[in-house]
């Protein structure tokens, strides 16, 4: 399982608007990295609603960037979590990864979320 020190797995996934997007693309950045169920899931959805909530105070107190993952298709990222709202008016980078590249390499089963910072890529902390 991926911890705390480990060197971050760089991915490469589609955003809600086919955009490509790594994890590498980020490098220099502090970045919240969150994987959650499915965009279906109430908890996960609540999870981020209480996160945007909080996000305009967070990344200006952090300069923190934050990526969400989905093991979801886009469309349905767009219905149950940008809840029709562009992904230029949503606050984070949503990912769809339906093959769950990301959630292998990062041996994720369930919900998890983990700090990676700066250019060393490093996993500071984490709640897996």
Do not use: H
Request: net charge positive; glycine share 8%.
């Amino acid at each position: 399982m991926v911890k705390a020190g480990d060197f971050a797995p760089d991915f490469e996934l589609r955003d809600v608007d086919g955009k490509r997007c790594t994890l590498s693309q980020f490098r220099g950045k502090k970045i919240m990295l969150s994987f959650y169920r499915y965009a279906s899931c109430p908890l996960c959805r609540y999870a981020i609603d209480q996160l945007k909530g909080r996000y305009k105070k967070l990344a200006w107190a952090a300069k923190l960037k934050v990526i969400t993952v989905f093991p979801s298709p886009s469309p349905n990222i767009r219905k149950y979590v940008l809840k029709g709202t562009t992904s230029s008016n949503f606050p984070f980078v949503a990912l769809s990864d339906p093959e769950e590249e990301a959630y292998k390499k990062y041996q994720v089963g369930a919900s998890m979320w983990g700090l990676i910072y700066g250019s060393s890529r490093s996993i500071i902390t984490g709640k897996w």
